[in-house]
C-alpha cells in the first residue's frame, strides 16, 4: 500500500523515496491498489471494497461454471464459507482475491473445446497475470500452460505465447530498468537467508500439519478434487491438478508460510472449481456433507465469528500456532476489521489514514533523514510517513543491503520473517550516505548496491554494477558466518563490571578461562522469549533452551542440568534469543552447586 500510495504522489514506486527497491512480490494487485489510491485517497476501506467485490464475482463464477443440480452448487459452494483460509484472505488487503478470480479465468478457458491460437493466447495471458500478481503461480498454471502449448494446432503457437507473456516480459523489464533487479528485495530476504534445505522443508511440513488441525475444510477439498481426478478420466482436470501439486510441493520447499492457510487459498478455488466442473461419484453428497461437518463443528467456524472474534482464546500467546504460524485474522481483527468493538469514527486505521494523510501533504518527504527506526512491522508504520524518519527493516523485506545479508542463526523462527543483524555503521550511513561502514568489506558492496538503487537510472556506472550483482561478483564481500552467527564477543570479567546489552537478535558470547562441574547456572536478565542457552567445552556443545516470560520487566531464571560426562566443563557460553526476544540485558550469571571456576594464571 505505502509503495501504491508513493507511487501516486510522485515519490516513486518504492516503499522509502530516495531508494528504488522493489518490496512487494504481487505488482499487479500493488498496481491496482495505485490506480484505486488515486481515486479514493486511501487504502484500508478501498482495499476492503475490492476483496469484497471480487470474492463475491468468484463465488459467482464458481456457480455458474458448476455442472449438476442444485444441491451440488449448493454443497461446493457452502464449503467456501467454511473455509477460514478462504474468509480470512477475501478482505486480507492483500493480493488473494485477485488470485481467485485469475485462476478462476484461466481454468475455464482452458477446459473448452477451442484449441487455435487465438484461445492460447488468451490462456498464456491470464497465466501471465497471474504469475504478474504473484510469481510463485508459476507453479500452479504451469503444467497446464505447457500443456495447452504442445496440443495446439502448429503454426503461429508461439507468437500466440509471446504476446500472452507480454505483462510479465514488461514488467520484468521494467523492474530491471527501475530496481535493477529482475526478482523483488522480497525474494532475497525471505529465501536468501542461507538456510538449508531439509530445514525448509521441515517449516512446510508444519504449514501443512497447522492446516489440518486448523482448516481441515480447505485440505479437505483440495484432496476431494485430487481423488476425483483420479478417479475420472479427463486430461484437463489432471493437468490442473498437476499444477496444484507442483504449487504444494513450492510451497512445502520454501518452508511454508508464517501465515496460517495464505498460500493454499488459490489451490482451494481450483480445487473447488474442478469438483464443480466434474462428473463426481454416485455417493459423493455424503463425502462432501463429511467436509461440511468438519467446518461446522468447529469453534472457531467463520460462519459464528463476529466482532468479538477470537477474544479470550489463549492457547497460544500472540495468536501463535506451532512453527512460528500466525492466525493472522486473530492477531488483526481488533485494529483493522471493519466489524471490530470500534465506532468508525473512532476506528484505529481511520485515525491512521488521517496521521498519514497529514504527514504526506507538503514536501515533508524530501526532509534530509534525522531519525532511524529499527522495527519489524514496518506496514503500517511505513505509511505513516513521518518526515525525516528512514525505517530499519531487520527482517529485510524492505530493507535491500539487509535482504543480501544471511539470517540469524536462531533456534526459533517464522518462515519468510528471519531477522538480520544490523552492520556496525549502518544507521549513520542512512543519514549520510558518505558515512562508511565499520566493515570495510561490506561498505564496498554497500557502495555498489547504493549506485544501482539510488543512482542516475542511465549511468554506465549503475549498468555495470547491476552486471557485477547479475552474476554474483560481489558475494565475496560479505562474510556469511560473521553476520549469520551475529555475535557479540565479551569476557567474562566484562560482565562482573556491570550488565550488558545485546540488541536485535545478537547472539552474546562469553568467554570464560574455565568452568568445571556445573551444575546449576542461575540468570538474572530482563528479556522476553525464547533464550538459547550453549556451553562448549573442549569443541562439544550443550543446548537447552528456556523460554522467557514476555513483558516482564526482570526475570531471575533458574535451572539445573546434569552435564554428560564428555562435558566436565566449559570455557565458553553463548546466548541465542528466539524470534520474539530482539533485545537482552544480562545483569549477572552465577555458578552453584559445585562448579568451580578456574582462574587463567596468564
Known amino acids: 500500500f505505502t509503495s501504491s500510495a508513493n507511487l501516486i504522489e510522485g515519490k516513486g514506486f518504492t516503499f522509502q523515496p530516495g531508494e528504488r527497491l522493489?518490496?512487494?512480490?504481487?505488482?499487479?494487485?500493488?498496481?491496482?491498489?495505485?490506480v484505486a489510491y488515486a481515486f479514493t485517497g486511501e487504502v484500508w476501506q478501498t482495499s476492503m471494497v475490492l476483496g469484497i467485490l471480487l470474492s463475491m464475482t468468484v463465488l459467482l463464477l464458481l456457480m455458474r461454471a458448476g455442472k449438476g443440480g442444485p444441491l451440488k452448487l449448493l454443497m461446493l459452494g457452502s464449503t467456501a464459507l467454511l473455509s477460514s483460509a478462504f474468509v480470512d484472505y477475501s478482505t486480507s488487503g492483500l493480493e488473494n482475491p485477485l488470485n481467485h478470480l485469475l485462476i478462476l479465468l484461466f481454468a475455464?478457458?482452458?477446459i473448452r473445446e477451442q484449441r487455435d491460437a487465438r484461445w492460447?493466447?488468451?490462456l498464456i495471458g491470464l497465466a501471465a497475470l497471474l504469475m504478474l500478481s504473484r510469481p510463485d503461480m508459476l507453479f500452479l498454471v504451469g503444467p497446464a500452460s505447457l500443456y495447452a502449448v504442445w496440443t495446439t494446432e502448429k503454426g503461429s503457437r508461439w507468437k500466440s505465447v509471446l504476446?500472452?507473456?507480454?505483462?510479465?516480459?514488461?514488467?520484468e523489464l521494467f523492474s530491471l530498468t527501475y530496481y535493477g533487479f529482475l526478482l523483488p528485495n522480497t525474494w532475497y530476504a525471505k529465501l536468501g537467508g542461507g538456510d538449508g534445505?531439509?530445514?525448509?522443508?521441515?517449516?512446510?511440513?508444519?504449514?501443512?500439519?497447522?492446516?489440518?488441525?486448523?482448516?481441515?475444510?480447505?485440505?479437505?477439498?483440495?484432496?476431494?478434487a485430487l481423488g476425483v481426478v483420479i478417479w475420472g478420466k479427463e486430461k484437463k482436470a489432471r493437468m490442473l491438478m498437476v499444477g496444484v501439486g507442483c504449487y504444494l510441493l513450492a510451497v512445502v520447499s520454501a518452508g511454508g508460510d508464517f501465515m496460517q492457510g495464505r498460500m493454499l487459498t488459490v489451490p482451494f478455488i481450483l480445487s473447488l472449481f474442478i469438483l464443480m466442473d466434474s462428473s463426481l461419484p454416485p455417493k459423493w453428497p455424503y463425502a462432501i456433507g463429511f467436509i461440511m461437518f468438519f467446518g461446522i463443528i468447529r469453534a472457531d467456524c467463520p460462519l459464528y465469528s463476529g466482532a468479538n472474534y477470537h477474544i479470550g482464546r489463549t492457547e497460544y500467546p500472540q495468536e501463535l500456532y506451532p512453527d512460528m504460524i500466525t492466525d493472522e485474522r486473530a492477531l488483526y481483527w481488533q485494529r483493522t476489521g471493519w466489524l471490530a468493538n470500534h465506532g468508525l469514527p473512532q476506528h484505529p486505521m481511520l485515525q491512521l489514514e488521517a496521521k498519514a494523510t497529514a504527514n504526506r501533504e507538503g514536501q515533508g518527504w524530501k526532509a534530509p533523514i534525522v531519525?532511524?527506526?529499527?522495527?519489524?512491522?514496518?506496514?503500517m508504520n511505513g505509511y505513516e510517513a513521518v518526515p525525516g524518519r528512514r525505517i530499519i527493516d531487520n527482517l529485510a523485506l524492505a530493507d535491500g543491503l539487509l535482504a543480501r545479508l544471511p539470517a540469524i542463526d536462531l533456534r526459533w523462527w517464522r518462515a519468510g520473517h528471519r531477522p538480520r543483524m544490523i552492520p556496525y555503521g549502518y544507521e549513520a550511513h542512512l543519514k549520510d550516505l558518505k558515512q562508511p561502514l565499520i566493515d570495510k568489506a561490506l561498505n564496498e558492496y554497500l557502495q555498489q548496491l547504493d549506485l544501482v538503487t539510488r543512482g542516475p537510472i542511465w549511468s554506465t556506472e549503475r549498468w555495470l554494477a547491476i552486471w557485477r550483482f547479475a552474476i554474483g561478483g560481489n558475494k565475496h564481500l560479505i562474510d556469511h558466518q560473521r553476520y549469520r552467527d551475529a555475535f557479540v564477543d565479551i569476557n567474562a570479567s566484562e560482565l562482573e563490571k556491570g550488565p550488558i546489552t545485546v540488541t536485535n537478535w545478537q547472539s552474546l558470547r562469553i568467554t570464560y578461562s574455565e568452568i568445571q562441574n556445573p551444575k546449576q547456572i542461575t540468570f538474572k536478565a530482563k528479556a522476553g522469549g525464547e533464550l538459547w542457552v550453549e556451553l562448549n567445552?573442549?569443541?562439544i556443545v550443550y543446548p537447552t533452551r528456556k523460554r522467557l516470560l514476555?513483558?516482564?520487566p526482570d526475570l531471575l531464571m533458574d535451572f539445573d542440568f546434569q552435564p554428560p560426562k564428555e562435558l566436565p566443563g566449559f570455557s565458553e557460553m553463548i546466548l541465542r534469543p528466539g524470534v520474539f526476544c530482539p533485545d537482552l540485558k544480562l545483569l549477572e550469571v552465577e555458578f552453584g552447586d559445585g562448579a568451580k571456576k578456574l582462574e587463567n594464571p596468564n
Open 197 to 224: 534445505r531439509w530445514l525448509l522443508l521441515g517449516k512446510g511440513w508444519g504449514y501443512f500439519s497447522n492446516a489440518m488441525t486448523n482448516d481441515r475444510v480447505t485440505l479437505y477439498v483440495i484432496s476431494a
Open 371 to 379: 531519525e532511524t527506526t529499527i522495527m519489524q512491522a514496518v506496514g
Open 163 to 171: 504476446i500472452g507473456l507480454l505483462p510479465i516480459l514488461l514488467w
Open 22 to 34: 522493489q518490496t512487494f512480490s504481487n505488482p499487479l494487485w500493488t498496481l491496482i491498489m495505485a
Open 108 to 110: 475455464s478457458q482452458f
Open 537 to 539: 567445552g573442549n569443541g
Open 550 to 552: 514476555p513483558k516482564r
Open 120 to 122: 492460447l493466447m488468451v
